[in-house]
């Protein structure tokens, strides 16, 4: 009985130590001074969908160093599901968090949150038109919220084509990207911001998905083109194009095909002196780094760096192009500042996919 | 590419949650007819091998008003992955992802090409008799799906005549019943069985996503599910029928992750499963065959609520059906035996997003054979070779035991290669599934030492398990470089799996009245990616993700005439989450009490439970953001009627 016992004894003794591994211990995030914030700048890192790991890192260009997930550093919380964009708007920075239907609103000095925009289905990209108002596309529901920047509260709705991507406002007009969402579309809603109501629907070709305005005042639409019925074969897909608009008369200008059919570029930014474009593309399957000058004729066939890259962003206070590898989407990805030529000029670790950079 | 890129990332995410398409799926299997118990036992061993594990009766029978997902989380050192509380629940073994595991009920596959992995959440344990878990090189002989074990679960024939009650109810306001009646004269038998179950899931959590962590109800996470199984038996001499029916439909809201409360997504599985089973058992011959027929559908809707109704985002609808043939003959000498095996799968898939009806016939052959070398020593090797419709697959094994060192004692090791064809979703999906993916292929190494102690009033058995494999051409959903960085299946990982499992129990009973029974179970899996994905690459060298490196599974159970006391434990370590390892799941451990007392009136028979399920009121997560549960307090009671003879 006694030995019987004994084992008893031991087994009870296993099941309560025989956790023999610790947690890993969780490095402690170190908080920039207001100082360091005013000379950074924001990494948007969308992070795994469902999953809700999207963080915001601080780079501070001056000293190379990353401050990642400032945003839960400085506020103790996650930042949400699947950060999209960020846009800095008079001091605050809004994130748009597509898998969370939210933006958080932070102080772009502190990082501290300061109010959320919530009863969002799927948010991609918020522009400004003033202090006081901004509009947010929302891709499942096929329309454009008009926000009320004072109160963080959503005025009213407009409709507009299937899965609105990224918008721009000239004059007093706002320009919608219907990307297609599940389905397929080719049009640019265009708003009047005085009434928010629709005043015209522009038809490119399939897919507009990025919109920049270049230093003449004109539009330059990215279409990505239809992937057609099936993902695999080429032949029903419909072709790329850089599109120019005119904003006042809203006609097109110029349609220049990007790359060949199959081709489906994406991610599109302008440089400071917004005389030309990159975008993230393939030239006959050729992944890369593209670039497009505003008075070019015809789309490179080279990029100016080849690579599969995930996100772009471009910083237009100091000129810098920079692209981001998210390696397997699952860690921590590669932030690469890229120079004219596409020679790598400066890295740093992001966090999960990273996608761009805050913007105005 | 953006918007399209999200409109696949959203679809594949919804569908890698739902139907978590990475790897193989499981097929064949075969288990035996019973026939007797002992019978049962001689072809059983001679083809589980290394590393068997098998639940008693009365573990199986305090567990009917459970799910398959809480009984393994319990009992075993599976591990569990469960995305929320009426969300899907999924299956590790040995670090392995789902899809290199397969469940078979009765030796047919349960698993969906489709879907290529099993959600245990739907699995009531109710029409359960028989549970036992076989692992890595042991399940070579059964093939694909197999790669990293199988979990067999077995609907037996009844012995007696009984019906049988039980009824569970507790503070989550989850509502669990089942009924049963066995008939049997000796010669016909018909056991029907019943369930139903609705869950409300009415728990509150502190939801870490929001500022302040504000303690919050969890909403939108009601299941219902209702089904029955029909058996009926005829034994003819040396002849054995049985016909086996079971459907069960399953309807769930599901639960919204603490970061987007706004989401109401719904999901519907029906299952119909057939099976004829057919055994003739002479002296020295074994004769067994059967065709099982499944037909399943799943319905998920993705929504959110948007201020007033839910809008429906999409909507899919999938059905699929699977026709499987086993035919096994059995040829035993005194020094050796024989299992011949021939089986023929038909999958086929109706799911919208595969463009159009996709189906694959396989065929396979397998060959076992088993030596045993005097009192001591004993080997099995085996054989099989698989026709999956577009490769020719051969899995084998060889194992050599020894026993007698020591009385009680048995040392087998084995090795063993094995492989897992992909699942449907992997080769069809649009987009992304990859028609050209070869199946992965495992390569492993075990060893198992085992004690066995009896004597008078005291039981204790021991075993440990070691394993080492690796796994080529895994399969992992990527962007791709081929075709506009388009998320697709693709064969480009090399994965090392390796660890031991420990499982040990005891059993004293002290005198008349008093009785103590201990199990445990340990396992420590190490699953390495070995490959990464260029110089940057962080993952090359860590532990794949959601694979924790230990758990364990303690149940303390003190006896004192017609009452008991069980404690249980079960701690799972932590899990990273990103494949660079730097962010993690914290571990945790969970304490359940159940309090029992049986009663018999009349030769009828009652046992009252309470219970109370996460003791400590531990917050925990299965998969990050996902609410589970907090302190359960329940009470079940069964009944059961010992009917006597009934039919004639």
């Known amino acids: 009985m006694k030995n019987q016992l004994r084992i008893f004894t031991l087994l009870a003794l296993f099941a309560s130590l025989s956790a023999c591994t610790d947690d890993p211990a969780t490095p402690k995030q170190e908080i920039p001074s207001e100082d360091l914030f005013k000379t950074g700048i924001y990494v948007v890192n969308e992070g795994n969908f469902g999953a809700n790991n999207a963080t915001i890192d601080l780079f501070v260009k001056d000293s190379n160093k990353v401050f990642s997930n400032i945003f839960n550093t400085v506020n103790n919380r996650p930042l949400g599901d699947v950060a999209q964009s960020m846009t800095m708007i008079n001091g605050k920075g809004y994130i748009v968090l597509n898998g969370s239907g939210k933006v958080e609103v932070i102080n772009l000095n502190t990082a501290v949150s300061v109010g959320t925009i919530s009863g969002l289905s799927s948010p991609r990209y918020m522009v400004a038109l003033d202090t006081n108002k901004a509009y947010l596309s929302d891709w499942v529901s096929n329309s454009v919220k008009v926000v009320n920047l004072q109160n963080n509260t959503i005025q009213t709705s407009i409709g507009v084509g299937a899965g609105p991507e990224q918008m721009l406002i000239t004059g007093n007009r706002l320009f919608v990207c219907n990307s297609g969402g599940f389905v397929d579309d080719s049009t640019l809603t265009v708003i009047n911001t005085t009434t928010n109501t629709v005043e015209q629907t522009i038809r490119l070709t399939q897919g507009p998905t990025a919109i920049v305005l270049d230093k003449n005042g004109k539009i330059w639409v990215l279409c990505r083109g239809s992937y057609g019925t099936d993902f695999f074969s080429t032949e029903d897909d419909t072709q790329a194009e850089l599109i120019c608009i005119n904003p006042n008369n809203l006609s097109i200008e110029k349609r220049i095909v990007l790359g060949e059919k199959g081709d489906h570029p994406d991610k599109m930014k302008i440089n400071k002196a917004k005389d030309a474009m990159f975008y993230l593309g393939t030239y006959n399957f050729n992944y890369g780094i593209y670039r497009f000058r505003i008075t070019d004729t015809q789309a490179e066939a080279q990029p100016i760096r080849a690579g599969y890259y995930y996100g772009l962003g471009y910083d237009r206070v100091d000129d810098k192009l920079y692209v981001a590898d998210a390696l397997d989407f699952v860690q921590r990805g590669d932030i690469y500042q890229i120079n004219e030529s596409g020679s790598i000029v400066d890295s740093f670790k992001a966090g999960i996919i990273p996608n761009g950079i805050a913007e105005q | ?648």
């Not at chain 2, 139907?19 to 049962?40: C, H, K, P, W």
């Not at chain 2, 199986?60 to 469960?82: D, M, P, V």
């Not at chain 2, 962080?538 to 303690?554: C, M, R």
């Not at chain 2, 399920?613 to 990050?624: A, C, F, H, Q, R």
């Open chain 2, 1 to 648: 590419m953006g918007g399209k890129r999200h409109t696949m990332k959203m679809i594949s995410t919804v569908v890698g949650i739902l139907f978590m398409q990475q790897l193989s799926f499981a097929q064949q299997g075969r288990d035996s007819i019973t026939v007797s118990l002992s019978e049962v036992n001689v072809k059983a061993s001679a083809q589980r091998g290394i590393s068997y594990q098998r639940f008693d009766s009365a573990r199986l029978a305090e567990s009917k008003n459970i799910n398959l997902q809480q009984f393994l989380q319990e009992n075993s050192t599976i591990q569990l992955k469960s995305y929320g509380t009426s969300g899907s629940s999924l299956m590790s073994i040995r670090g392995a992802n789902a899809g290199h595991s397969k469940i078979t009920w009765n030796g047919m596959a349960l698993t969906s090409p489709m879907l290529n992995v099993t959600d245990l959440s739907i699995l009531q344990m109710s029409n359960i008799d028989e549970l036992s878990i076989v692992r890595a090189g042991s399940s070579a002989a059964e093939g694909n799906g197999a790669l990293a074990g199988i979990v067999a679960l077995k609907t037996n024939t009844p012995q007696s005549n009984s019906v049988q009650f039980s009824t569970q109810a507790n503070t989550l306001q989850n509502f669990n019943n089942q009924l049963q009646i066995n008939l049997q004269n000796g010669k016909w038998s018909s056991a029907s069985s019943v369930f139903w179950v609705a869950n409300n899931n009415k728990f509150q959590y502190a939801n870490r996503a929001e500022f302040g962590s504000p303690i919050q109800d969890q909403i939108n996470s009601e299941t219902q599910q209702v089904g029955f199984t029909q058996q009926f038996g005829l034994r003819q001499g040396i002849n054995q029928w049985r016909l086996l029916t079971w459907y069960q439909e399953s309807d769930r809201d599901l639960s919204p992750a603490m970061f987007n409360r706004n989401t109401a997504h719904y999901q519907m599985d029906k299952s119909w499963r057939n099976l004829l089973q057919f055994e003739r058992v002479l002296e020295r011959r074994n004769f067994e065959t059967q065709i099982a027929y499944t037909r399943e559908q799943l319905r998920y809707v993705h929504r959110y609520y948007n201020g007033g109704e839910p809008q429906v985002v999409f909507n899919t609808n999938s059905y699929f059906d699977a026709v499987q043939f086993q035919g096994n003959y059995t040829e035993t000498r005194s020094n050796w035996d024989h299992i011949l095996k021939l089986n023929y799968n038909f999958e086929g898939a109706d799911v919208p997003e595969y463009g159009s009806y996709q189906q694959r016939q396989r065929f396979s052959v397998a060959s076992i054979l088993n030596g045993r070398f005097g009192q001591y020593a004993n080997a099995q090797f085996a054989n099989r070779y698989e026709y999956s419709g577009s490769e020719n697959l051969w899995a084998h094994s060889l194992s050599l035991g020894h026993k007698g060192f020591v009385p009680g004692l048995e040392m087998e090791i084995a090795i063993s290669k094995n492989y897992s064809i992909p699942g449907l979703n992997d080769l069809y999906w649009v987009p992304g599934g990859n028609p050209n993916l070869k199946s992965e292929k495992s390569y492993e190494i075990d060893y198992r030492v085992k004690h066995h102690f009896q004597r008078k009033n005291f039981k204790h058995n021991v075993q440990l398990n070691a394993y080492y494999a690796i796994v080529n051409d895994w399969i992992l959903w990527k962007p791709s470089n081929f075709d506009n960085a388009i998320w697709t299946a693709q064969n480009i990982a090399k994965v090392q799996l390796s660890g031991f499992e420990w499982e040990q129990d005891a059993m004293l009973q002290i005198n008349a009245f008093h009785s103590i029974t201990a199990n445990f179970s340990y396992a420590y899996n190490q699953a390495i990616d070995l490959v990464g994905d260029g110089l940057s690459d962080q993952s090359k060298g860590k532990q794949l993700i959601y694979v924790p490196l230990e758990k364990y599974a303690a149940q303390f159970k003190y006896g004192f005439r017609k009452s008991s006391l069980t404690f249980k434990m079960h701690h799972v370590s932590h899990r990273y989450t990103s494949t660079d390892n730097l962010l993690f799941l914290p571990s945790y451990q969970l304490f359940d009490l159940r309090l029992s007392h049986k009663l018999a009136v009349n030769k009828q028979q009652f046992n009252l439970s309470i219970y109370c399920d996460n003791l400590l009121d531990t917050s925990y997560e299965s998969i990050p953001f996902q609410a589970m549960p907090a302190r359960v307090i329940g009470l079940s009671i069964s009944y059961m009627n010992p009917l006597g003879k009934i039919l004639k």
